[in-house]
């Protein structure tokens, strides 16, 4: 590829970047998820806009992933499992998720909508991400890599093929939705 | 009052309720839909996946940069990692700009540091403590975050949508986690 082929392709794709990222925060703040009582609400589990969301989210996107993937038009785009790292890691996360009520995406919905306190949100994850780097290779011990499984999916776990798998998540999926209808809330 | 006593933090009505306040301006389920639909177009178009996390990290490495050059470089995870505008970069500052013209076009542009629902609970003068809190959260999420190896969207959606059973570990745990701490700070 020559240079300036180069060039474009980096050009096009960053733009896309910035287009769909425009797109991800319009349907957040239109979702109420920049809102700080429509994040903690769901944490207190009385506003259960979050999950809804979420999980429409997930059905939707692993319907048309699958299908996609089938017919060679994407790969997949897994992280490996690593039981403990994600286990302690998501604990950890949660406790700050708990703590700002924004996540990190939505943070940046919650500045882009006005929250300002998004802004120490933001400084605590610049300085934490930092930290994370100066910790250098104790998170990547033996500890936290113990039962790494690589990059490994429900279809794998449950030893059979893509259709009932995938169909198995969908009506739990949309099993969860009804119930969370149905309770009320938000 | 002082709020950061706590039998005035404790004073202050402990039946905040979340639904007091106004709630999504769209369908939640249209939003989510919508959100699915824009991660095939993600993967197809772009071949990579919805996140956010890493972007405060590529901040961090090129603050790092700035005023210890050397240091930063050296660092194992900006070398794997290099702190460099990229697709997600890209992704994450578009998030800013989607959700002003969305709160814009909806007349819900807020432009405040306390969130309602915190100042009925924490009072109108508890701004050093909603900071001090936010910058204890902020740290926490990205440590977790990059341990886990992705946030609310990375784990959360895009690869809980992939069924990766890394993603669905590391969601449970933001959810634990979070009601754990929103129940002491409201409902204790």
């Known amino acids: ?186 | 009052m002082n709020s950061f006593h706590p039998a005035a933090i404790l004073a202050q009505a402990a039946d905040v309720s979340p639904l007091d306040y106004p709630g999504p301006a769209w369908s939640p389920y249209l939003v989510g839909f919508l959100i699915g639909v824009l991660s095939w177009f993600t993967l197809l178009l772009s071949k990579d996946t919805l996140g956010a996390s890493s972007s405060y990290a590529t901040i961090s490495g090129m603050l790092g940069k700035v005023f210890a050059k050397k240091h930063t470089l050296s660092l194992a995870y900006f070398q794997d990692n290099p702190p460099r505008i990229s697709w997600g970069f890209m992704l994450f500052i578009g998030i800013f700009a989607g959700a002003f013209l969305a709160a814009a076009t909806g007349n819900e542009l807020t432009g405040r540091w306390l969130p309602p629902m915190w100042e009925a609970r924490f009072g109108a003068d508890s701004h050093l403590l909603r900071t001090g809190i936010a910058i204890a959260g902020g740290l926490l999420m990205a440590v977790g975050a990059r341990l886990a190896g992705g946030c609310t969207s990375g784990h959360g959606i895009s690869g809980t949508m992939q069924l990766s059973i890394g993603s669905w570990i590391s969601a449970a745990g933001f959810f634990i986690g979070g009601i754990f701490v929103a129940m002491l700070l409201y409902r204790i």
């Not at chain 1, 039981?83 to 406790?95: C, D, Q, R």
């Not at chain 1, 100066?134 to 776990?157: H, P, Q, W």
């Open chain 1, 1 to 186: 590829m020559n240079e300036s082929t180069e060039k474009h392709q980096r050009i096009r794709q960053l733009s896309l970047g910035l287009l769909f990222g425009i797109i991800f925060g319009f349907l957040l703040q239109k979702g109420g998820v920049g809102k700080y009582h429509v994040l903690m609400g769901q944490l207190l589990l009385e506003d259960f806009t979050v999950l809804k969301i979420m999980l429409t989210a997930i059905l939707t996107g692993m319907i048309g992933v699958f299908w996609m993937n089938r017919r060679s038009w994407v790969e997949l785009d897994i992280k490996p499992t690593r039981p403990v790292a994600n286990a302690i890691g998501g604990l950890l996360f949660g406790m700050g998720f708990g703590l700002s009520a924004y996540c990190p995406g939505t943070n940046a919905a919650a500045i882009g909508q006005g929250n300002f306190d998004g802004f120490a949100v933001a400084a605590g994850m610049i300085i934490g991400s930092y930290l994370f780097a100066e910790a250098g290779n104790f998170f990547k011990s033996g500890f936290f890599d113990r039962g790494n499984m690589g990059k490994v999916t429900l279809i794998d776990l449950l030893k059979t093929t893509r259709r009932p798998t995938i169909a198995l998540a969908a009506a739990a999926l949309i099993i969860v939705l009804v119930v969370v209808e149905r309770i009320g809330g938000r």
